[in-house]
């Protein structure tokens, strides 16, 4: 175990946030962003990885500020066009954000793996920390709903808006999927495992179920901390507070600590949910309480800096 | 042979042009264009057809009028990401243009024929000729050079420029490759062929090269007429002059008229080549001069026009 290498697993918007709070705290060979999956599918014949390219436009300052996913300023003059054939419009593809996806689909064809297709663009991107996704298996999330069915990922979350009540979240692949050898290797060496403020059971889930990483969390020498994607009884973004409830999870940080519950050491929660630290303690972790929402860059360091401090006082 | 159907023979930017000449002069239902697939190829996991693209944006009004290809007013904001991967970026693929790639490639892995792909994309641009390729089978125009090897064909025409000088070309696949049903049935409806103003050896004779064309077309009932796309000794656009003179051809109607000699009972040149009639007309073919050059929209159908009137004198 190197000194003092971070280990973040991160999946959608929060989870890039925090990863680049990390990435503006730590020296670039200090830190790995081990990123979801399950969100993965095929559409328009592109092979898109929506975790993955939020991560890596964050990291690379390209990401929308206001969405938070896809390229700032970019441009859907070929969404239109799919539109005006009839085609599918309901992913949206920026034009620069194709450009993303034709690479990473020829490359996988040519017989590359996943991880140094990820690699090969983060470089040309300039993000310096390492992005692994944390399979280059197939894993896919799919969503059985009240009254609709299985809906694959990105049907339920975009094409339905995540409007369907959900029973119940598969990880199809994921426990026939290998973790890297890079992601492995990044968590031997690491200091400290942060679970991001990711959506526990659409984000963090389908990397745990991905075989092996459950019990190499559960027993690795690195500290493990959570940030609560949970603020106030609701998710800062996305369908995590309505899924929980969904999933008869308590909605708040105590459901997603106690959700995490044999895999942490501590557990981040913001200052507006101070109340409930003591519920947290009694699943027997450390607690952090501070302002966990941000808004702006310095927000995302500030609330990286303090977590790795606390951090050494596990 | 019901009676005035009308088949087009196009390649690109000049093939098109007469195409919407012909278009605007003709009942869609009694023109169909039958379009060169040679020049067709894989780039970026992208299925892409120029030929069929130049012919199927001009009729729909979309190409650009500078170039003559590519779709007007069409951004290039994923090529230009492309190239921040370190991707090729030598062919241009506009954003707009993007979404023709990728409703192709995807309709064509799905199992499609190309001959149905062009049909639906047509028919939502709105052009109502049918367009349809020569062959659903695959050809590749490769060009053969001194002192560069064998290129294929995009190579040499938009990424060596056309500046290697051709030793010979070749069309492969093209001899296993078999007119569709639906270009079959056209050549036996058709009243008149008409060869457009496109590059002989790199346009019209990838299409001749398809099993069992050129024997069609020199048996058919339908009057042939081809137009010259060689005036006052150059081509209008293209690499047409330079290739035939390095194919040993001679650079003038002349050389184009014996170059279909078999195939054709009428030949159109151009006035600025007036005194050449009398050459092409030793060659067994009637003879009709006037001005070719089609600037402007109306002197695509006024060719057109004059064409057709003098199709029936044949």
Known sequence: MSAGNVVALAGGVGGAKLALGLALALPPERLTVVVNVGDDFE????????DLDTVMYTLAGLADPVKGWGIAGDTNAALQMLGRYGAETWFALGDQDLATHLVRTSALRAGARLTEVVGRMCRALGVAPRVLPVTDDRVATMVDTVGEGALSFQEYFVRRRWEPVVAGLRYEGAAAAALTPEVSAALDAAALVVFCPSNPVLSIDPMLAVDGLRARLAGVQARRVAVSPIVGGAALKGPAA??????????????????????????????????????????????LVTDTVMNARADRRRLAETILDWSKTL
Chains 1, 2 share one sequence.
Not at 43 to 50: A, E, N, Q
Not at 261 to 270: E, N, P, Q, T
């Open 43 to 50: 559409h328009h014949g592109l092979y898109i990885c929506p």
């Open 242 to 287: 309505k899924l929980m409830a969904e999933m008869g999870m308590e909605v708040s940080p105590v459901g997603v600590a106690a959700h995490y519950k044999d895999l942490l050491d501590g557990f981040v929660l913001d200052v507006r949910d101070a109340g409930l630290e003591p519920r947290v303690r009694a699943l027997g972790m450390a607690t």
